[in-house]
């Protein structure tokens, strides 16, 4: 179980940060959306640890917790857990 941000989504409100209860999981970069550049959370998806608190405290929707396949958790990590889409199953296919 991993935590996946939906960029478009994602305010910055920094809600789920302050919510997660692993260090240096959930951390706040520089980034883009669809509201122009701010900055937005992104996913040590190392450290995380599927404890579904960012999801449960979203007040945006913003943030979701799913079973990745080691593969998907592979490509999830270089691009810090932000995705461009609601996840689907074949998301991570090139």
């Known amino acids: 179980m991993k935590a996946l941000v939906e960029r478009d989504a ?3 409100c920094e809600y789920c940060v ?4 692993v260090p240096e999981c959930l951390q706040m970069k520089e980034g883009e959306n ?10 040590n998806i190392e450290t995380c640890i599927g404890c579904k608190l960012c999801e449960q405290n979203c ?5 979701h917790v799913y079973k990745l396949a080691p593969e998907e958790i ?16 074949g ?3 090139a």
């Open 18 to 21: 302050h919510w997660c209860p």
């Open 34 to 43: 669809v509201q122009g550049v701010l900055q937005l959370v992104h996913v």
């Open 59 to 63: 007040p945006y929707d913003a943030i």
């Open 91 to 93: 998301l991570f296919e």
């Open 10 to 12: 994602c305010t910055g």
């Open 74 to 89: 592979e490509k999830a990590g270089p691009i810090d857990g932000l995705i461009d889409q609601p996840y689907q199953a």
